[in-house]
Nanobody
């Protein structure tokens, strides 16, 4: 499985961005998917996950501001990010996993700054 993120960029505090993750393969619908992020000097952390059954989970720091979704017809996952804060600045990674298989994208930079 290959994962390609897009949609990152520079945005002012309070602004919005929508990240996309495009996945290859024919069994995308089986994968549990997630977004993770890593800021400089920090460990990679969970942002949000969505299971194959569309159950979602969010980090407390993004609840109410971010929304994860998936479109199995397009082999795609999304992260709508609203009310962005400077502390959301990080490289955002797409993850796909099922069973023992675990895949990562190359990441997309999100910078929140005035």
């Amino acid at each position: 499985v290959q994962l390609v993120e897009s949609g990152g960029g520079l945005v002012q505090p309070g602004g919005s961005l929508r990240l996309s993750c495009a996945a290859s393969g024919s069994i995308f619908w089986m994968y549990n998917m997630g977004w993770y992020r890593q800021a400089p000097g920090n460990q990679r952390e969970l942002v949000a996950t969505i299971t194959s059954g569309r159950n979602t989970n969010y980090a407390d720091s993004v609840k109410g501001r971010f929304t994860i979704s998936r479109d199995n017809t397009k082999n795609a996952m999304y992260l709508q990010m609203n009310s962005l804060k400077s502390e959301d600045t990080a490289v955002y990674y797409c993850n796909a996993n099922v069973g023992s298989q675990n895949y990562w994208g190359q990441g997309t930079q999100v910078t929140v700054s005035s």
